[in-house]
T-cell receptor, first 114, second 112 residues
Framework: SQTIHQWPATLVQPVGSPLSLECTVE??????LYWYRQAAGRGLQLLFY??????ISSEVPQNLSASRPQDRQFILSSKKLLLSDSGFYLC?????????????FGPGTRLTVL | GENVEQHPSTLSVQEGDSAVIKCTYS??????FPWYKQELGKRPQLIID?????GEKKDQRIAVTLNKTAKHFSLHITETQPEDSAVYFC???????????FGKGTSLLVTP
């Protein structure tokens, strides 16, 4: 079965510190992978997507970056966190037939920047 | 990405009443429209979806309607129950790697 893992589940970091969030998927091969951010009381904003190893597309200019070192691994990073980086970070991949369909979300990482 | 507008932002209904949430989208190429339910602190979970070749889809107490000409789609929940209380998001697919553009969400409260 298809599963998706994210860690850590929660994180509290000071402003200016680095960040590394990890997402891994199981039960699927060569999936499109996505990073979304949900700010408090807001909708989900697409940050990055990847269609394959080493391929990253950025949707929103910011101080975050993403990498895909392996087929089933997607990493979100920052060299220096800002207060505005606080939020709920969700990794997702498409399930079902084709790529244009349901996206299944991981459990998320709740990041608080102080 | 393309815009998806969602209304209302909050909705309060009494148990047993119906709830309707409406969304509009701008990308005429969108052909997939899912609805997600997010409970507090949890991940969004798909509750129903519709593709552009269908005008309406129903699954027990929930239904979605789509008007492609007008570029709007709606979620209908009948006989609401307190456990329906959550934030609901509509979305439309985009050409950004087949990602989804989400509305800002509707916080639904069903009071007993």
């Amino acid at each position: 079965s298809q599963t998706i893992h994210q860690w850590p589940a929660t994180l509290v970091q000071p402003v200016g510190s680095p960040l590394s969030l990890e997402c891994t998927v199981e039960g699927t091969s060569n999936p499109n992978l996505y990073w979304y951010r949900q700010a408090a009381g807001r909708g989900l904003q697409l940050l990055f997507y990847s269609v394959g190893i080493g391929q990253i597309s950025s949707e929103v200019p910011q101080n975050l970056s993403a990498s895909r070192p392996q087929d089933r691994q997607f990493i979100l990073s920052s060299k220096k966190l800002l207060l505005s980086d606080s939020g709920f970070y969700l990794c997702a991949f498409p399930t079902g037939a084709g790529v244009s369909g349901e996206q299944f979300f991981g459990p998320g990482t709740r990041l608080t920047v102080l | 990405g393309e815009n998806v507008e969602q209304h209302p932002s909050t909705l309060s209904v009494q148990e047993g009443d119906s709830a309707v949430i409406k969304c509009t989208y701008s990308d005429s190429a969108s052909n997939y429209f899912p609805w997600y339910k997010q409970e507090l602190g949890k991940r969004p979970q798909l509750i129903i979806d519709i593709r552009s070749n269908v005008g309406e889809k129903k699954d027990q107490r929930i239904a979605v309607t789509l008007n492609k000409t007008a570029k709007h789609f709606s979620l209908h929940i009948t006989e609401t129950q307190p456990e329906d209380s959550a934030v609901y998001f509509c979305a439309a697919n985009s050409n950004s790697g087949y990602a989804l553009n989400f509305g800002k969400g509707t916080s639904l409260l069903v009071t007993p």
